[in-house]
């Protein structure tokens, strides 16, 4: 081999002799062909008589090599100092793919050899696609992430860098990332300023590369915050509760981060102590007659003390007495004595003749005021009651024929500065209150089966005119009235499931009373609510506020919760006389002694009340497995011309008074219902609603819109107060005579826990209208005369138990059976809120069958005619 045998040879020889063969100078290197351009390898040698290239074991021709050659001044001979050659691509190529093309440099001198180091040319290249992209991730926050890249095939082999929106990431000056050896990125803690779009890029000298960004998404987890103080008591004597809450906010959800797992609220019983009023005890024995001829005697406010916030006692407690009799030590008896016994005998004598004028004047009145009939626009602060004087006086004694189903009462209302008398009328006397004006002079009012015969309208606008109904709508559609003497009778509003039921003789005899009941429309009404509370019914108003009743009436609305007492605190707030609502009762903590009682079903809510105002039913959820029923209904154009499609999906209270306005609402909009409403539960859990509609038939039909669902957002909905909340889906069909649809109605709050509804369009067919007022023994299912002998019967308690206890067994109302004992005519309630329950669908047969088990003779009534009745 001559490599070997010239590198011993010149191992072997001399050092003085070493120092004349060639010295590099100069070393070809590494060259790259970029593109089409040639590279050049220089040489420098010296002492150097010739110098060559020798190419991949072959020389390289004389003529291609650039020679820089002079004279050595020492001898005078020619030397060499440098060579060149260029190498172009496609010398490269000829050999490209059997091995790495090389060159290296021979250089002689006049004692022999030197080779130099080899020098590989290649061609440079960076290839488009990366081997491995990195990919982006969701990570939680302070969590390490690593991306990973893998550049392009190229040569030289390509140097990558890191980009975070577009600007260099430098790991010396931020210590947060590392670039590993195999040029992946990794962040050692997630931060939130982390959240970027990150990009590889690859880079030599003949192309830049950039990988697709990855986007990290840095989401932080909701975290509570601790628990705020315990309320107070919401008791102020012995039993309630309190309740302290927690928000979501330690740290709050962000960038699609999960919420908070657990209640937001907690309550806890408690009790209160109860405050102690202070009593007296009782008076001591008189003390002796003083030398001022007075006696005294004392008393102590201890029976008991006062305590824990408790009154003091009131009244005096040290009293005095004169005393002239004998005890009176004082013996002499003049003039003075005689004076003081006549100025007695002279007050006891003006006391005795006032104490007579006083009875006469209110026995006259008395008989000039017998009260039969008093008028809601009296009923003022204390609801006296209007004066009659008929010139048939004896009809007044005639007992109700309670064989009809029409009770009538036909009379002239006056004001009371109308002078006139009309034959055969009664005249009444009114007080112009602050409640409602009084009717216009001669305005005949007919109570026939509970409808009036003046003017709806007219009607409406005199009670809203007052300042404390000035929230009262004034379309009569959401609106009932009726007048009512002590048969009782019951207002409806056709379609909401809102009713008034007023029992016999809740209404004292010798009254009649105009009653309304109307459902507030709630732009016009706000009611005040705080934290996780939600309407869950709609806002009724009945009244006159203040009417004398003596017996609770029954007034029933629908409620949209899910009906679970664990999971809900609901209140029956009223509104007072100022406009502040209050909380009257709490759901499964009623007292009997209060004037309120609600029975809450599972879809209706009773509210047994003795006042009439303005109630509504708030509930607070407890946890997040509260839900609310809600209602989806779907209208349409009733008419459609072009090739667009509009479908409107409602999503309101599972309430019949808020379907009863979409419904007149769409109406005016000339649309129509497509389909059933559809009963879906909507959770607590600060998800918002979210709706899509699927499996069109895409040979006919597309949808216009952009985004894959549409998003209601959480708190409009629980909240209540929201008001036609709905989202269109705009669809196309592709033929004009394209008349079918069918498709599927999805709904969700939580991916994976949605429901989905078939559609269709056949139009809802319009639901016939009842009659809103109904005054007497028409209202009622069960006869009048029949009623009084049912509770006479069951009212007097029973050895064997056959009494009013086993009748509200049977009728499954035993739980309420402590609100029944509290009332003076157990019976008559049961009955009540019987008739309240079944007045549609209530069968008398099957009453009549719970009497004959109790095993009492009076429900073979039941089985008579009305004839016979």
């Known amino acids: 081999d001559e490599d070997s045998c010239t590198h011993v040879a010149t191992a072997t020889l001399p050092a003085s002799f070493n120092d004349l063969l060639p010295h590099f100078l100069v070393e070809p290197d590494d060259e790259y062909i970029v593109k089409n351009k040639p590279v050049t390898l220089t040489c420098r040698s010296t002492p150097a008589t010739q110098i060559y290239f020798k190419c991949n074991g072959e020389w390289v021709h004389q003529d291609d090599h650039l020679i820089d050659r002079t004279v050595d001044p020492a001898t005078g001979k020619p030397i060499i100092r440098s060579v060149k050659i260029d190498i172009s691509r496609q010398q490269v190529e000829k050999i490209f793919g059997l091995d790495d093309y090389w060159c290296q440099c021979v250089a002689w001198s006049t004692t022999g050899t030197q080779k130099s180091q080899k020098a590989y040319v290649r061609i440079a290249y960076l290839r488009k696609n990366f081997e491995e992209e990195p990919i982006g991730k969701e990570v939680s926050l302070n969590q390490e992430v690593l991306l990973r890249c893998h550049p392009p095939e190229g040569v030289p082999a390509a140097e990558v860098e890191w980009q975070r929106n577009e600007h260099v990431i430098d790991p010396v000056s931020e210590p947060n990332f590392l670039v590993t050896a195999d040029r992946n990125l990794i962040i050692k803690q997630a931060r939130l300023a982390d959240t970027a779009n990150y990009t590889c890029v690859a880079k030599n000298i003949v192309a830049r590369r950039r990988s697709s960004p990855a986007t990290v998404l840095v989401y932080v987890n909701g975290g509570w915050s601790t628990w705020t103080t315990w309320s107070a008591c919401s008791s102020v004597c012995g039993r309630g509760w309190q309740r302290r809450s927690r928000s979501c906010t330690n740290p709050t959800p962000l960038n699609g981060g999960m919420a908070c797992d657990g209640q937001n609220v907690q309550k806890s019983a408690c009790t209160a102590t109860c405050p102690v009023d202070g009593g007296w005890s009782d008076w001591s024995n008189w003390s002796e007659c003083g030398v001022d001829c007075s006696m005294w005697r004392s008393r102590e406010c201890t029976q008991p003390s006062p305590g824990t916030g408790g009154k003091d006692c009131q009244g005096i407690d040290l009293q005095s007495l004169n ?216 806002i009724v108003s009945c009244g006159p506020p203040g009417v004398v009743l003596t017996r609770p009436t029954i007034l029933s609305m629908d409620h949209c919760s899910d009906a679970c007492p664990e999971n809900w605190a609901i209140r029956l707030k009223k509104q007072n006389y100022e406009g502040v609502w209050e909380d009257v009762l709490m759901m499964g903590e009623e007292l009997i002694s209060e004037p309120y009682y609600c029975q809450l079903e599972a879809e209706t809510c009773r509210v047994f009340s003795e006042q009439l105002g303005r109630f509504s039913l708030v509930g607070e959820s407890l946890n997040m497995s509260a839900a609310k029923r809600l209602r989806l209904v779907l209208f349409s154009d ?127 067919k319009p639901t016939g209208r009842s009659g809103s007022a109904l005054a007497g023994p028409s209202a009622f299912q069960i006869p009048y005369l029949i009623r009084q002998k049912i509770c006479s019967s069951l009212d007097t308690p029973c050895p064997n138990g056959a009494d009013w206890r086993l009748l509200a067994q049977r009728l499954k109302l035993d739980r309420h059976m402590s609100f029944f004992a509290s009332k003076a005519s157990p019976t008559s309630v049961i009955l009540d809120l019987w008739e309240a329950q079944h007045f549609h669908s209530g069968n008398l047969n099957q009453l009549a069958t719970v009497m004959a088990d109790i095993g009492k003779q009076e429900a073979m009534i039941f089985l008579v005619s009305d004839g016979e009745c």
């Open 323 to 538: 005393c002239t009799s004998q005890q009176c030590l004082q013996t002499a008896s003049g003039v003075e004595d005689v004076a003081l016994y006549v100025g007695i005998v002279a007050v006891a004598l003006c006391l005795t003749l006032i104490l007579i004028v006083v009875v006469l004047v209110y026995r006259r009145k008395k008989e000039g005021l017998d009260a039969d009939v008093a008028d809601s626009s009296i009923l003022t602060t204390g609801f006296q009651p209007m004066g009659i004087k008929p010139k048939n006086s004896h009809l007044l004694t005639i007992q109700p024929d309670l064989t009809t189903t029409t009770t009538s009462y036909q009379g002239t209302l006056h004001s009371r500065h109308d002078g006139t008398t009309h034959t055969g009328t009664a005249k009444f006397s009114m007080t112009n209150g602050p409640l409602l004006d009084p009717l216009p002079n001669g305005s005949h009012h007919t109570l026939h089966n509970g409808k009036m015969t003046s003017d709806p309208a007219e009607f409406m606008t005199r009670l809203s005119n007052q300042t404390y109904f000035k929230t009262l709508p004034r379309d009569v559609a959401n609106t009932s009235y009726g007048t009512f003497n002590f048969l009782g009778g019951r207002l409806t509003i056709p379609n909401t499931g809102i009713s008034l039921l007023i029992p016999p003789e809740a209404i004292p005899r010798g009254k009649i009373y105009e009653i309304y009941l109307t459902a507030q429309r709630k732009e016009d009404l706000r009611l005040p609510l705080a934290g996780c509370q939600t309407l869950l019914s709609p």
């Open 638 to 764: 009733a008419y459609c011309s072009t090739l667009e499609y509009n479908i409107r999906v409602y999503c309101m209270d599972d309430t019949q008074d808020v379907f009863k306005e979409v419904m007149q609402m769409e109406r005016q909009l000339g649309g129509r219902l497509i389909d059933e409403p559809h009963v879906l539960l909507f959770k607590d859990s600060y998800h918002n609603l979210r709706l899509s509609i699927h499996d069109m038939p895409q040979a006919h039909w597309r949808s216009k819109l952009l985004a894959g669902y549409q998003e209601i957002p959480f708190y409009h909905i629980w909240n209540g107060s929201q008001r036609f909340l709905h989202c269109t889906f705009t669809l196309e069909r592709l033929n004009l005579s394209t008349c079918e649809l069918t498709c599927q109605l999805c709904v969700w709050q939580v991916e994976g826990e949605g429901q989905s509804f078939s559609l269709d369009f056949n139009i809802a």
